[in-house]
C-alpha cells in the first residue's frame, strides 16, 4: 500500500491502494475505476488524509497556459495541475494584474475555484470566467459558467451537486485591465503608494511571518471556516467580549435578503479558539499554531486520531462557550472517502 505522506502537506502516514498521475483527460479516463472509491488530488494541501484511504488516489498533472487579451480583459485558460503560486507570478511579471491579493495560497490552479480560495479582502470567483469539468460517470466534457459554479465564502458547487463527481480540467479566468486595489484588509492598510507589485510582495511577507510553512511544519492551512453567524448571535457575544473582532457581510441567501433579514457577521475564527484558549495547545503531535491557532500542525508523526480528537473538543469548546458550531475548512479523508466531524 503506497504511502500518501508526501502528497498532503498535512503529512499523516496513511496509505491508499494506489496513486497515479495523469496529464490529460484520455489517460485520466483509462486510470479511473468507477467502482472503486477514488480521490482526484491537486497539491494536498487542502486535504488530510486521517487514516488509510482503501481506494485509488489520482494526482492532477495536466498543464499549459494560454493568453490573449481584448481592449479591456486579459484572458487565461490554466489547466488545472499548474502550481497556484506559480500562475499568480506569471501574471505579476505579465502585467496582467488583480490576483496580487491571492499570492502564496499552496496548491493547484484545479483546486483554487472548490472553495473559491481567498485571502486579503479578494476571492478567486471575482476572476473566473469559466471551468471546464469532465463528468465522471460519463467523460462527458461541461463547460460551467461563474454563476453555474454558485460560488460563496469558501463554497461552490464542487462542494455540493457536483462533489466528487466531476474532473477540473481547466480554469478560464478573466482579468479585468482596469484592475481595482484592494488593501482594505489588515497589514496591507499600512502600504503607501499601493501597487500591484507592492501588494503581491506584502501578502508574500505577511503570509510569510504568520502561517507555518508546510514544508518545515505540516499544515492545510484554516482548519476551519470563519463563522458567518446572524446579529443576535454577535450581539450576544459582544456583550460579554465588548473587542470581539467582527466583518459585517450581506446575507447570501436571496430569500432571506428578500424578507430583510439583517446584516450576517463573520466572526474570525481563530480569536474564538484564542478566547477558549487552545492557542499553543498540544494534542499529543497535533498542535494549535502558537501565532496563528485556525491552523492546527503536524509536529511529526501526527495521527489521524489526535487530529480529529483536538477538532472535537475545539469544535464542542467554541459550541459551549460561544454557542456557535464551527466547521472543517479542510477534506477530511477516512477509509472511504471524505468525512465529516
Ligand atoms: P487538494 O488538497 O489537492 O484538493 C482539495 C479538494 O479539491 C479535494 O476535495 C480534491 O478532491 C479536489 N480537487 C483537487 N483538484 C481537483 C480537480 N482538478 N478536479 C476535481 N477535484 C479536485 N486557502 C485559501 O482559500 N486561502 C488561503 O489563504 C489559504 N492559505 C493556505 C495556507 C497554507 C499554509 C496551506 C497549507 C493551505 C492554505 N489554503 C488556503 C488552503 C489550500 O491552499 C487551498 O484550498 C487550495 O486551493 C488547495 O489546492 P490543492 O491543489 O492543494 O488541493
Ligand atoms: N486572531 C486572534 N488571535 C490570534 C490570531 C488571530 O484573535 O492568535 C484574530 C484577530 O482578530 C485577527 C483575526 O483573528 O484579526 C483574523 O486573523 P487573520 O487575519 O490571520 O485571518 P483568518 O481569518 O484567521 C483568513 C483565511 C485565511 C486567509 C486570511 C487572510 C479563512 C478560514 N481563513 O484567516 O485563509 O489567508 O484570512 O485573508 O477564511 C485558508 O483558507 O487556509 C487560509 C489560510
Redo the contacts with the bound molecule.
Keep these: 500500500m503506497p504511502s500518501l505522506q508526501h502528497y498532503?502537506?498535512?503529512g499523516l502516514n496513511a496509505s491508499c491502494t494506489s496513486i497515479s498521475s495523469f496529464s490529460d483527460v484520455s489517460s485520466f479516463l483509462s486510470l479511473y475505476q468507477p467502482n472503486l472509491p477514488t480521490?482526484?488530488?491537486?497539491?494536498?494541501?487542502?486535504?488530510i488524509f486521517v487514516g488509510d484511504f482503501e481506494g485509488a488516489v489520482l494526482v492532477?498533472e495536466?498543464k499549459g497556459i494560454t493568453h490573449y487579451d481584448t481592449d479591456t480583459h486579459h484572458f487565461l485558460r490554466v489547466g488545472?495541475?499548474e502550481n497556484?503560486h506559480d500562475f499568480v507570478a506569471l501574471c505579476m511579471q505579465n502585467q496582467w494584474y488583480g490576483l496580487e491579493n491571492?499570492a502564496?495560497?499552496?496548491?493547484?490552479v484545479?483546486?483554487?475555484p472548490?472553495?473559491?480560495?481567498?485571502?486579503y479582502g479578494k476571492e478567486v470567483n471575482a476572476f473566473i470566467d469559466t471551468v471546464e469539468?469532465v463528468m465522471l460517470t460519463s467523460g462527458d466534457k461541461v463547460l460551467l459558467s461563474n454563476q453555474d459554479c454558485a460560488f460563496g465564502y469558501?463554497d461552490s458547487i464542487?462542494k455540493h451537486k457536483l462533489a466528487?463527481k466531476?474532473?477540473?480540467?481547466n480554469v478560464n479566468f478573466k482579468l479585468p485591465k482596469d484592475n481595482v486595489l484592494e488593501v482594505s484588509y489588515g497589514e496591507l492598510s499600512s502600504l503607501e503608494d499601493a501597487t500591484p507589485e507592492r501588494i503581491f510582495e506584502k501578502v508574500i511577507e505577511v503570509?510569510k511571518s504568520k502561517?507555518?510553512?508546510?514544508l518545515v511544519l505540516g499544515?492545510?492551512?484554516?482548519f476551519f471556516k470563519n463563522p458567518v453567524v446572524p446579529l443576535c448571535t454577535f450581539e450576544k457575544i459582544k456583550k460579554q467580549y465588548n473587542n470581539v473582532p467582527h466583518f459585517l457581510v450581506n446575507a447570501s441567501d436571496e430569500v432571506a435578503q428578500q424578507s430583510g433579514e439583517p446584516t450576517m457577521v463573520k466572526i474570525p475564527a481563530a480569536w474564538l479558539i484564542d478566547q477558549a484558549g487552545f492557542k499553543g495547545k498540544e494534542y499529543n503531535k497535533v498542535r494549535c499554531h502558537p501565532t496563528q491557532p485556525l491552523?492546527l500542525t503536524n509536529l511529526g508523526d501526527a495521527r489521524g486520531e489526535d487530529v480529529i480528537a483536538l477538532a472535537k473538543e475545539i469544535i464542542t469548546s467554541i459550541s459551549a462557550l460561544f454557542a456557535i458550531k464551527l466547521e472543517p475548512?479542510?477534506?477530511l479523508i477516512g477509509s472511504e472517502g471524505?468525512i465529516t466531524l
Design positions: 498532503s502537506t498535512f480521490y482526484i488530488l491537486g497539491g494536498g494541501s487542502n486535504s492532477n495536466i488545472a495541475g497556484w491571492l502564496l495560497i499552496p496548491g493547484s484545479g483546486a483554487s472548490i472553495q473559491n480560495i481567498g485571502a469539468v469558501r464542487f466528487e466531476v474532473l477540473i480540467t503570509r502561517l507555518p510553512d508546510p499544515n492545510a492551512g484554516s491552523v475548512e479542510v477534506r471524505l
